[in-house]
Each structure stands twice: as C-alpha cells, then as structure tokens.
C-alpha cells in the first residue's frame, strides 16, 4: 500500500509563498505521473500540476501557470510545489496524487493514491 505524506501547507498573506511537498516512499517512482489538486470548500477537485517522473514533462492548469511549479527528487521519491505570488481564490485543501490510471490528461483526478490534504489560505 502507497501511502503518501504531504507537510508544507499553511497560511500566508496574497502575495506570499508556500512549498508543500509530497513524500510517497515505497512508490514505484519511474514512468508515471504525480499530480496536485486542490478543492475548496463548495467546489469540485481540480487538478492543479502534474509532473512526469520518466522525463520530467510537467502540466499545469491555467489558473496557476507563471506561478506554481512543480518538481521532483528521484532518489528521495518526492514531489515538490513551490507556489508563489498566492491569491485568496488559491485557497483550498491541497492533496497530492500518484500512480495515474487514465487517458486524457494528468490533471484530471484519475489517480490509484491520495495523500490526506494539505490546507493552504491566501488571505487578502
């Protein structure tokens, strides 16, 4: 069983910075996707930014492109975002997802493991 463990959340004023991170030992790490999405109170999940461990591609949803980015530690199998510039409307619990099962794309929420979230605020 993957478990998948997420610190790195937190409370900021808009404009800040946080880096949540995502440790999944135990995963096999190589030819997959990683992802984080998000979901606010009242909203649906959406997916925020996913990396791909073979060769490090990286996707990003609109909303955050020139502001998030996602990386990752091979050899520690962990994945990074490094969000900066934040905004109120990025406030939402955070969760991290591994071992991607679908076909259209990384940033839907088709993924065989969760981290339990990660709370992140942006306040004005």
């Known amino acids: 069983q993957v478990q998948l463990v997420e610190p790195g959340g937190g409370s900021v004023q808009a404009g800040g910075s946080l880096r949540p991170s995502c440790a999944a030992p135990?995963?096999?790490?190589?030819?997959?996707?990683m992802g984080w999405f998000r979901q606010a109170p009242g909203k649906e999940r959406e997916g925020v930014a996913a990396?791909?461990?073979?060769?490090?591609?990286?996707y990003y949803a609109d909303s955050v492109k020139g502001r998030f980015t996602i990386s990752q530690d091979n050899a520690k199998n962990t994945v990074y975002l490094q969000m900066n510039s934040l905004k109120p409307e990025d406030t939402a619990m955070y969760y991290c997802?591994?071992?991607?099962?679908?076909?259209?794309?990384?940033?839907?929420?088709?993924?065989?493991?969760w981290g339990q979230g990660t709370q992140v605020t942006a306040s004005s």
């Open positions: 990396i791909y461990s073979g060769g490090g591609s990286t």
């Open positions: 997802a591994a071992d991607y099962y679908g076909g259209k794309g990384p940033l839907r929420p088709e993924y065989n493991y």
């Open positions: 135990g995963y096999p790490y190589s030819s997959n996707y």
